[in-house]
């Protein structure tokens, strides 16, 4: 396969039909262009200058390669022209992971804010309590309550999601020791605001449990028992009523991690702002 910097070199010893006067365009010495055009020979294993004294005149394979060309430079203008836009245009798609809880009630009723800001511009929303792989392209930007430690990744902590326990008004009547709990199933145990839930309760039971936390929120909303929530998600529900525990819940940091080379894209750079903005606009989430 040829270098396409030697086609380039050609292409201007072609146009301007001296060694000199090419390696005076492209501002390198005579020897650097000829290295470059016996490069180019040797690759395509054709015979493109005569090399005469004084001149390189160009034979016909030469002479049919430079009409080939001849396109060239406009293809070269328009490639720097679709950089130029690309640089400063917001659009195409975006993809995001975040905690769902995060996703529902802190990101998705803002969306249409960054649509009006970027008409052109999508963005794919992941609910998941799972890390999203960046580097496998399941994400272009992550939210995470886990500190990333793959070194590759740019990291920033924007803000900070705190956990209190809530109950309906109902329920809230009970005497404390008649509580019973709604919880994620065992195999989120490790989850900080699941161990508090279990640190909390002791003895008493749990109820009901769930792999996603609005089951929980709903369960908790019927009277079925007490439920550990997002204090984001909590406060917010006029259908539930903070609990008084003897221990206060737990917080977890919130990152933004993201690629360097996806944060330079102008596209992925709008939309770390925007969820910036969302995070720093919640009182609840602020460090």
């Not at 803002?110 to 392209?137: C, F, I, T, W």
């Not at 279990?198 to 996603?212: E, K, Y």
Request: glycine share 4%.
């Amino acid at each position: 396969m040829f270098d396409w910097q030697d086609l380039y070199v050609f292409s201007v010893l072609a146009r301007t039909q001296s060694l000199s006067a090419a390696a005076r365009e492209l501002q390198v010495e005579h020897a650097t262009v000829g290295r470059r055009l016996d490069a180019l020979e040797k690759a395509l294993g054709l015979r493109l200058v005569d090399r005469l004294p004084r001149s390189r005149p160009l034979t016909e394979d030469g002479r049919a390669l430079s009409r080939i060309l001849e396109a060239m430079p406009g293809i070269a203008s328009e490639v720097q022209q679709l950089s130029r836009v690309a640089s400063i245009d917001v659009a195409g798609t975006v993809k995001v992971s975040a905690p769902p809880s995060l996703a529902i009630h802190t990101l998705a009723p803002r969306m249409a804010e960054l649509r009006r800001q970027h008409p052109r511009l999508n963005v794919e929303l992941l609910p998941s309590l799972s890390l999203a792989a960046l580097d496998k392209g399941e994400a272009d930007i992550a939210l995470r309550t886990v500190r990333p430690e793959e070194d590759a990744l740019v990291r920033r902590k924007v803000g900070v999601v705190r956990f209190a326990l809530y109950a309906s008004a109902a329920f809230a009547e009970q005497p404390a020791e008649q509580w019973t709990f709604i919880g994620y199933d065992a195999s989120r145990d490790h989850l900080p605001q699941q161990a508090w839930l279990h640190q909390i309760r002791r003895h008493r039971p749990v109820v009901f449990a769930a792999s996603d936390l609005m089951s929980q929120q709903m369960a908790a909303r019927s009277g079925l028992g007490a439920v550990v929530l997002p204090t984001t998600v909590g406060d917010g529900d006029p259908a539930l009523r903070r609990l008084t525990v003897d221990s206060e819940g737990p917080a977890r940091d919130l990152w933004l991690t993201v690629y360097p080379d996806l944060r330079r894209s102008p596209s992925v750079k709008a939309v770390m702002d925007f969820l910036v903005e969302c995070v720093h606009s919640e009182p609840r989430l602020r460090t």
